[in-house]
Structure formats: structure tokens, C-alpha cells
């Protein structure tokens, strides 16, 4: 719903929907960011471009939701039974984290 009311609404325009971003979905973005920012730099993440590597992860995130129609259709059983949630969780932590984290790298002796 509010990815909709936001597409139909546009940047520009005066909304209830676009308040809310402004002052709740814009600190919590500018939060995700500077984490982001900060594990590049100290080595934890991969060197990305924060606005784009967030942008990447939200759509994980939130395309699962906003295809919940063509879910129903394209596969049986009901896409928020707690299975297939948690399921889900742990495809998108997995995926995000081989997108972010650099991998560990190995003891001398240990490598392969």
C-alpha cells in the first residue's frame, strides 16, 4: 500500500504517505547508510556505493510483500505461514550477507 500511494504520488507530491517517509523512512535510511558506509570503511563490508547496496537490500527485503498476487498463483501454500517467513529470513540474510561481507580470510597453513 504504501509503495503504491508513493508511486502514485511521485517525489513532489504533498501526501500523508510521503510525511510519513519524510520523517520516519528518512532517518532510518540515513542510518542504514552511514552503517554501511562504516563497515566499507573499516573492512567488514565489501567497498560499495552505500546508496545503491542499500537500495539493493531493501528490494530483497521488500519485493517478497509486494508479489504476494503472483506468489499465490505461481506457487501452492500460503506465503506467510511462519515456515515460509522464516524461510525467507534466512534466503535474504544469506543472500545480503554474500552481497556485504567480505569473506574471512583463512590462517596461513589453513588456505586450500
Given amino acids: 500500500l504504501v509503495q503504491r500511494e508513493l508511486m502514485r504520488t511521485g517525489k513532489n507530491a504533498f501526501s500523508l504517505v510521503s510525511r510519513i517517509m519524510e520523517r520516519h523512512g528518512r532517518p532510518v535510511y540515513t542510518k542504514l547508510l552511514k552503517l554501511i558506509e562504516a563497515g566499507s570503511e573499516n573492512g567488514d563490508f565489501r567497498k560499495v556505493d552505500p546508496p545503491q547496496a542499500l537500495t539493493s537490500i531493501l528490494g530483497v527485503i521488500i519485493f517478497y510483500f509486494i508479489s504476494l498476487p503472483a506468489q499465490h498463483l505461481m506457487s501452492s ?24 561481507f567480505c569473506p574471512k580470510s583463512q590462517p596461513k597453513g589453513k588456505q586450500r
Fill in 77 to 100: 501454500g500460503d506465503p506467510f505461514a511462519p515456515e515460509r517467513i522464516t524461510a525467507r529470513r534466512t534466503a535474504v540474510l544469506d543472500f545480503i550477507s554474500a552481497a556485504l
